[in-house]
């Protein structure tokens, strides 16, 4: 299971990576719930491709996910069942330029589950990472 999700994940990087808003939702289930650093929920996978259409193409096109600039990277996988799994892991996104922003750093959040093909995300929380 490890293995598969620790590929999830990646496939996820990649996806963003590339500005693939169709392949970054295909990871998440049908009826995922998406929850951004700033508040705004998602629900389903055609709100998720459609919400990161938009960011693709406009504020954030260009952008690289990759090891959070100033905290430690981290990336926890829990088993909860044969077929569910926490996951908690950090990262950070950087401007096309490949300078990293602190500012941007996150714990995210996601609850893994197995389906018929495969493993997908069905919900995902991000949290900016800051001193309180």
Do not use: C
Request: hydrophobic residues 40%; charged residues 25%; aromatic residues 8%.
């Amino acid at each position: 299971m490890s293995d598969d999700i620790h590929r999830l994940l990646d496939a996820l990087t990649a996806a963003w990576n590339d500005g693939d808003a169709a392949a970054f939702a295909n990871l998440f289930t049908e009826d995922a719930d998406y929850v951004t650093y700033f508040g705004a929920r998602m629900e389903g996978r055609q709100a998720i491709e459609d919400s990161h259409r938009a960011l693709f193409e406009g504020p954030l096109k260009g952008s690289r996910l990759g090891a959070p600039a100033a905290a430690p990277p981290l990336r926890k996988i829990r088993s909860l069942s044969p077929d569910v799994a926490l996951v908690v892991t950090t990262g950070g996104s950087g401007l096309p330029d490949g300078t990293a922003d602190p500012g941007r750093d996150s714990i995210m959040t996601f609850t893994a589950v197995r389906e018929g093909d495969g493993w997908r995300f069905a919900s995902f929380h991000n949290t900016r990472i800051g001193t309180p």
